[in-house]
Structures are given as structure tokens and as C-alpha cells.
Nanobody
Framework: QVQLVESGGGLVQAGGSLRLSCAAS????????MGWYRQAPGKQRELVAT???????NYVESVKGRFTISRINAKNSVSLQMNSLKPEDTAVYYC?????????WGQGTQVTVSS
């Protein structure tokens, strides 16, 4: 059974930083592509950042230069370092694992950025 457990969300002032982590189990982590998505109230879920099993990263334009995705295969973990946070980054952030056409989602963690 695949499990993705996110942690690290919370309330932060604009300009602050948060680090999200996702612990994965039940999947061959080192050969899975991982990612972070977010969903703000009333909006569709959107891609934030992805990292392939080879370590290739991709970011949505709005977070480039502020967010960094990384993975530690030995710990089955993927992280999202978020700096210079803005109120528009407020959303529920979800961890995603993709393997052979199947997508697995975590339960989400709330990030709230106050102005």
C-alpha cells in the first residue's frame, strides 16, 4: 500500500520560509518521479515543482528562484524548500509520486502566508 505523508506546513508571514517534507512508503522510491502540487480555495490544483528519478527538476514560473525541490532516496523523502513566501502561495500542498503511469497522492498540508 502506497503512503505519502506530508509535514511542515503552517502559518508564516510574507517573506518568510517553510520547508515541506514528504515521506513515502510502499513504492520503489528511487525510481519514482516525485512532485509537489497545491490547491488554493476555489482554484484548480496546480503543479508547483517536480523532480524525476534522475534528479531533473521543473518548477512553475511563479515559484522559480524561490522554491527548491530535492529528494533523498536513502530516506524515501522529497522536500520543498519555500523562501520569500507570498500571500498567493497560500494553499494546501500535496505530495505526488508517479510510477509507470500511476499517480499517488498524499493527504496534503496547509500553508498559509499572511500579508
Amino acid at each position: 500500500q502506497v503512503q505519502l505523508v506530508e509535514s511542515g506546513g503552517g502559518l508564516v508571514q510574507a517573506g518568510g520560509s517553510l520547508r515541506l517534507s514528504c515521506a513515502a512508503s510502499g513504492i520503489p522510491f528511487s525510481i519514482s518521479d516525485m512532485g509537489w502540487y497545491r490547491q488554493a480555495p476555489g482554484k484548480q490544483r496546480e503543479l508547483v515543482a517536480t523532480i524525476t528519478s534522475f534528479g531533473v527538476t521543473n518548477y512553475v514560473e511563479s515559484v522559480k528562484g524561490r522554491f527548491t525541490i530535492s529528494r533523498i532516496n536513502a530516506k524515501n523523502s522529497v522536500s520543498l524548500q519555500m523562501n520569500s513566501l507570498k500571500p498567493e502561495d497560500t494553499a494546501v500542498y500535496y505530495c505526488l509520486a508517479s510510477r509507470r503511469g500511476y499517480d499517488y497522492w498524499g493527504q496534503g498540508t496547509q500553508v498559509t502566508v499572511s500579508s
